[in-house]
């Protein structure tokens, strides 16, 4: 589909940076978002747009509304909202850094930088646990039904839901566990990636089983690893055709229904939350018709 962020779909990415805004001058928004709309949307770049933004226009994107923080069996999961979102992809980190500085200086009258990760692919797509991320992620036409809406209207079909988190990992925790209850932990056998049947119900895989859930609560995973100084850990990005299915399975990992916490809050918690909604594009630009803009 031509309408769409391409950035969402073409998978893996070397390197990538991660850009948060708010709104710095109420003035001078409407300027700087016909700015970031003049520019030529890429495979390099995916953008989102905050509840916060569309509030401050007056607007609302059917389906976009702001994570709502959650708790389970002593674990808290923050939400801290933005305007606006920004996934630099590409293979040159001066290269990504200077695209990050262009976007930031289009977004300056209105907007201010609040937040930056930087991210890196780790071996063939693994979290810095030692573990593949994106085996069971929906591909090719399934990848588009689970990300991309459809069948609501010019303006919102080619768009696109996404939940970000960053996680930040405590790796003596992990170093302390053996590789059996690690293995545990997800649910798979770091040795091969082989899922196994006797995983306990607190498994990451078994909480997360996409098929698992009614309706089933496919979504596509773009998550990469980050690091500065000594702390790491992932920024998990999931795009879907609804937050739902994200709900769905975190809530799960929650254990809101069956009281079961997934094992990998022993070894890592995220440290923000948030969802924007990607807008689709239009003659190779953002289209934010949606918001009659
Ligand atoms: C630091 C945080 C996380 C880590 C390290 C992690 C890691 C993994 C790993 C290693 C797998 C197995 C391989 C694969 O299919 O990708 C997996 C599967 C999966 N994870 Fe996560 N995950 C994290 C957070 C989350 C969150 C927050 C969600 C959603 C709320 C989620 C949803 C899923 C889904 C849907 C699957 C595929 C399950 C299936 O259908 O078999 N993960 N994750």
Redesign the pocket.
């Known amino acids: 589909m031509q309408n769409i962020q391409a950035g969402i779909l073409v998978e893996g990415t070397k390197l990538a940076r991660y850009l948060e805004f708010s709104v710095d001058s109420e003035a001078d928004v409407k300027t700087a978002l016909q700015a970031l709309v003049a520019k030529d949307v890429t495979e390099n770049m995916v953008v989102g747009i905050g509840q916060s933004l569309l509030d401050l226009l007056g607007k609302n994107v059917l389906g976009l509304r702001t994570m709502q923080a959650k708790t389970g069996s002593g674990i808290e999961l923050p939400s801290t909202p933005a305007a606006i979102w920004c996934w630099l992809r590409g293979t040159d980190r001066g290269e990504i850094f200077h695209r990050s500085r262009q976007i930031e200086n289009i977004l300056a009258p209105g907007f201010a930088i609040t937040n930056v990760i930087d991210s890196f692919q780790y071996d063939a797509n693994r979290?810095l646990?030692g573990?593949?991320?994106?085996?069971?992620?929906p591909q090719g036409d399934d990848a588009i039904h689970a990300a991309i809406v459809q069948d609501q209207g010019e303006g919102l079909d080619g768009g696109s839901f996404v939940?970000v988190?960053q996680?930040l990992?405590d790796f003596e925790v992990l170093d302390a566990m053996s590789t059996k209850q690690q293995d545990d932990a997800?649910?798979?056998h770091i040795s091969d990636?082989e899922?196994f049947d006797e995983a306990p119900e607190s498994a990451?895989?078994k909480r997360?089983?996409?098929?698992n859930f009614e309706p089933e609560?496919?979504?596509l995973?773009r998550?990469m690893p980050w690091a500065e100084g000594m702390d790491a850990?992932?920024v998990?990005v999931?795009f879907g055709h609804s937050f739902t299915?994200?709900?769905m399975?975190?809530d799960h990992?929650l254990g809101k229904d069956d009281t079961v916490t997934d094992a990998?809050f022993t070894f890592?918690r995220?440290v923000s939350g948030a969802y924007f909604w990607c807008p689709p594009v239009k003659a190779g630009k953002l289209d934010l018709g949606a918001i009659d803009f």
């Open positions: 979290d646990s573990y593949e991320d994106g085996t069971e992620n939940a988190q996680w990992h997800i649910g798979r990636n899922e990451h895989v997360s089983a996409q098929e609560a496919f979504m995973r998550s850990g992932l998990f999931a299915a994200f709900e399975i975190l990992m990998l890592t995220p």
